[in-house]
């Protein structure tokens, strides 16, 4: 079984700080994606990672893949209120993924 | 806009009942996903699809779960005999091959509440 343990469960932050959450597992994957889920609503899909070390900017998000392809982190600059979610990652091979549990992103103005 | 859509948004049925869902996947996508979530968890794989063929489905599903995709565009999810452990969002997703990864699309899910 391919389990992704994501840290912290919560965050809350102030507007203006900066922010990194992780995405950790024992496996290897091919593959490895972050989506942002609003409630009530489908993830959407923020961005893929491929490659071991390969690091992925979108806007003031960062995303890095681990060099073994087993981890991963998100890093938010100066944080947003617009940017309160949960932040999933998944862990893809043969195009299956496995999903972790998510951390919960709150910004206060 | 050409994105996942699923059909109906909310569900309240009671204990006992049948009910099947919908997802229109995006048009080119050969790969169809279902996943179920509940509060507080990332989404669980149920199954997937291929085109018209089914490729594999989660052990955790009972017999009670049943999905089709018949031409290989929309499929169905069914539960009969429904459970208040069914309670959950059931999302869909669909996917194609993009490079070396798949990317999979979700749409807005269907909330089921069984009383």
């Known amino acids: 079984t391919q389990l992704l343990e994501q840290s912290p469960q919560f965050l809350s932050i102030q507007e203006g700080e900066n922010l990194t959450v992780y995405c950790n597992s024992s496996s290897v994957f091919s593959s490895l994606q972050w989506y942002r889920q609003e409630p009530g609503e489908g993830p959407v899909l923020l961005v893929t990672?491929?490659?071991?070390?390969e690091v992925k900017k979108l806007k003031r998000l960062t995303f890095q893949f681990g060099d073994a392809r087993k981890d991963s982190s998100l890093h938010i600059t100066a944080a947003q209120p617009g940017d309160t979610g949960l932040y999933l990652c998944?862990?893809?091979?043969?195009?299956?993924?496995?999903f972790g549990d998510g951390t919960t992103l709150t910004v206060k103005p | 806009d050409t994105g996942v859509s699923q059909d109906p948004r909310h569900k309240i049925t009671k204990r006992g009942q049948n009910v099947t869902f919908r997802c229109d996947p995006i048009?080119?996508?050969?790969?169809l996903y279902w996943y179920r979530q509940t509060l507080g968890q990332g989404p669980e794989f149920l199954t997937y699809f291929q085109n018209e063929a089914q490729l594999e489905k989660s052990r955790l599903l009972s017999d009670r779960f049943s999905a089709e995709r018949p031409k290989g565009s929309f499929s169905t999810l069914e539960i009969q005999r429904t459970e208040q452990g069914d309670s959950a969002m059931y999302l869909c997703?669909?996917?194609?091959?993009?490079?070396?990864?798949?990317?999979?699309?979700f749409g807005p899910g269907t909330r089921l509440t069984v009383t």
């Open positions: 997703a669909s996917s194609t091959r993009t490079g070396t990864a798949y990317e999979q699309y």
């Open positions: 990672v491929v490659t071991g070390g």
């Open positions: 048009s080119e996508h050969n790969r």
């Open positions: 998944a862990g893809t091979n043969a195009g299956k993924s496995t």
